[in-house]
């Protein structure tokens, strides 16, 4: 196997570094390593990661490969820096069975650009009456251990509690998509002044927050864990930090976008903003991140949601809700979390690779940048600024709220298990 050397790379923001990479493994990490047979990267500075850990991807594949493919997604993974993306089960057919979850994990490995773990669905056909071969996904050879019905909420509490009573077995965890459907009938966007001065539907915080509440509520009830994702909302933050601070054992994540945009944007029109949940306010931008900051939010995951132009292009209440965000999302966390002084690369490294792995329990991702632990890795030129341009973007899919926009940082290469998937930016 081929040896690569990576000169002077700032491990996790630290000192200058050279890490040795030896097949799959990391050999040796420390000063004036000898390059001898090794092929060399010079990183000049860059900041070396454990490869980004993705727990909320749609990749969209079976059914909507008009939008993504596992092929697609996986390449926009790589290119942003993440070598495993979780894919969420809203497929069609919906993944309700070993055999579809299978399937795209098959499909994961045979393409080869960041490890695919399959996310199985909590109930039959994301319809929430009845749960889904839970056991039986597991036991597949994805072997399946996050469940979510994301899209929709598993609303009904007594389906919840059973989903979380299950999945107790195999140390699985239920992540919920928080939306109570009778507050939000007929929403377009977040409740408050703006959606009054437009007369847009309103998605009120409190459709998000009930849920939460009710839910960390039923894992205390039944020892189990629960995650939460796409927090939208100070409220939300506050629940969760209750509920931590009582020992519920629950988990949290935030988008990029979330993190960065508010409802004010929807003032355009431009569809590029819809999203579920909503865009929320300023206020609550200020206390997601804040909460990400303190660990109240465990993690970073993108909720990247393609979609085709003819489903976006459109005017607002017709066109369809979600955004890409792999190839930007470390970007985004640059902007909001590292240039306020809020993380820094080690924390960066925690919240969208270490955290997100062990929720997921994706072995071998996550791990320290230290030798015997598998090269997976991404490495960041920080101090690189320019405008996005999603005509370069690897995803088939362009509805990015960020064009245009100047924003920090550019991944430049990702090694998956010491195999290049990502090159000065270019794809392998
Ligand atoms: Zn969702």
């Not at 047979?37 to 991807?57: F, I, Q, S």
């Not at 007594?158 to 109570?180: N, P, S, T, W």
């Amino acid at each position: 196997m081929s040896k690569i050397l990576i000169r002077g790379a700032k491990v996790l923001g630290g000192e200058p570094q050279d890490v040795l990479i030896d097949g799959e493994t990391i050999a040796e990490v420390g000063t004036g390593l000898s390059a001898e047979g090794a092929e060399v990267v010079e990183a000049g500075g860059k900041v070396l990661l454990p490869g980004l850990v993705d727990l909320h991807t749609h990749l969209r594949e079976p059914g909507r490969e008009d939008s993504e493919t596992v092929l697609t997604g996986t390449r926009a993974a790589a290119s942003g820096g993440y070598t495993a993306v979780f894919a969420m089960a809203n497929t069609f057919p919906v993944a309700d069975t070993a055999g579809v979850v299978e399937q795209v994990y098959r499909l994961g490995q045979e393409h080869g650009y960041c490890d695919v773990q399959p996310i199985g669905a909590v109930t039959v056909g994301l319809e929430g009456q009845k749960l889904a071969e839970l056991g039986a996904m597991h036991e597949s050879a994805a072997g399946v251990t996050v469940f979510s019905d994301d899209g929709k909420c598993v609303h009904d509490a007594v389906i919840m509690r059973r989903a979380l009573e299950y999945v107790k077995a195999f140390d699985g965890v239920v992540a919920q998509h928080a939306q109570e459907p009778r507050l939000t009938e007929g929403a377009q966007m977040n409740e408050g002044v703006v959606s009054a001065e437009l007369g847009l539907g309103g998605w009120p915080a409190v459709a998000e927050e009930s849920i939460i509440a009710r839910d960390v509520l039923l894992a205390e009830h039944v020892g189990s864990r629960v995650h939460i994702c796409h927090l939208s909302t100070a409220g939300s933050v506050e629940i969760v930090r209750w509920a931590k601070s009582r020992g519920i054992d629950v988990t949290a994540e935030v988008t990029p976008h979330h993190l960065l945009l508010t409802d004010e944007l929807v003032r355009s029109y431009n569809p590029v903003y819809k999203v579920n949940p909503p865009l929320r306010t300023e206020r609550d931008v200020l206390a997601l991140r804040e909460a990400l900051a303190d660990g109240t939010i465990d993690i970073v995951a993108t909720d990247h949601a393609p979609h085709p132009h003819e489903d976006k292009d459109c005017e607002w209440a017709a066109a369809a809700m979600g955004m890409v965000g792999l190839e930007t999302a470390l970007s985004v966390v640059q902007e909001t979390m590292v240039k306020t002084g809020l993380l820094d690369w080690a924390g960066v490294a925690d919240r969208m690779s270490v955290t997100p792995a062990r929720i997921g329990q994706a072995a071998g991702h996550g791990r320290p940048v230290s030798a015997g632990e598998p090269a997976n890795l991404t490495l960041v030129d920080t101090a690189y600024r320019g405008a996005v341009d999603p005509a370069g973007f690897a995803s088939r899919s362009r509805n990015t709220p960020y064009e245009g926009r100047e924003l920090p940082g550019r991944v430049t290469h990702t090694w998956l298990r010491g195999k290049a998937t990502l090159v000065d930016g270019k794809l392998t």
